[in-house]
């Protein structure tokens, strides 16, 4: 089993719907939790930042952790074409020097 | 202004060659960063440099040596490349290497081993 378990999809959806991508971890060390927007043939891009149980708010972005269940998602309302992407959550322990550990993505198709 | 750059952005070149990657950052960072993003898209760390130094070496080949002249530049070389090493490289920055440090990452060098 991974450390960092997360659906490589596509999902698909209309314009407009809310979308929830979602990862799953084993290791009770990681402490922060990241989301990142990878659009094709790009590097990936910090979308989100989170230390602590519960939500966090960026727009039409919402970033949820669960420490108790290990999960952790991403919300996105009002879904735009332009969220087209693959969104790859990351975590880190606490602690020394920064090694987060990525899943794998997931890829979303928002269609018109 | 591109705030990462890698070069090149494609490499097509045959086992057993020895090619490099160059990283430059013009954002003044201090830690720089090696990641390979294979064909299942799981992106993993391989090296990191603060200030010229280097601080996280994960599993990597020996085959595999970064070079750092200077802070705004991180190179890779790969020696005697095989099969397994085509992937994605994205070289990344960030102000000093702390967790709550967010990390910029360049446009990525596609590299196929044939």
């Known amino acids: 089993q991974k450390e960092v378990e997360q659906d490589p999809g596509p999902l698909s959806v209309p314009e407009g719907a809310i979308v929830s991508l979602n990862c799953t971890y084993s290791?009770?060390?990681?402490?922060?939790f990241m989301w990142y927007r990878q659009y094709s043939r790009k590097g990936p891009e910090l979308l989100m930042y989170t230390y602590s149980s519960g939500n966090k708010e960026d727009g039409r972005f919402t970033a949820q952790v669960d420490k108790s269940s290990k999960y952790i998602s991403l919300f996105i309302r009002d879904s735009q074409p332009s969220d087209s992407a693959t969104y790859l959550c990351?975590?880190?322990?606490?602690?020394?020097?920064?090694?987060?550990?990525f899943g794998r993505g997931t890829s979303l198709i928002v269609h018109p | 202004d591109t705030a990462v750059s890698q070069t090149p952005k494609y490499l097509v070149t045959q086992m057993g060659n020895d090619k490099s990657i160059k990283c430059e950052q013009n954002?003044?960072?201090?830690?720089m960063y090696w990641y390979k993003q294979d064909s299942k898209k799981f992106l993993k760390i391989m090296f990191s440099?603060?200030?010229?130094?280097?601080?996280i070496n994960e599993t990597v080949p020996n085959r595999f040596s970064p070079k750092s002249p200077d802070k705004a530049h991180l190179n890779l070389h790969i020696n005697s490349l095989e099969l397994g090493d085509s992937a994605v490289y994205f070289c990344?920055?960030?102000?000093?290497?702390?967790?709550?440090?967010?990390?910029?990452f360049g446009p990525g060098t596609r590299l196929t081993v044939l």
């Open positions: 954002l003044g960072h201090d830690t």
């Open positions: 290791n009770s060390a990681f402490q922060y």
């Open positions: 990344a920055s960030s102000q000093d290497g702390t967790r709550t440090d967010t990390q910029y």
């Open positions: 440099y603060n200030n010229k130094e280097l601080i």
């Open positions: 990351a975590m880190g322990r606490g602690g020394g020097s920064y090694i987060p550990t």
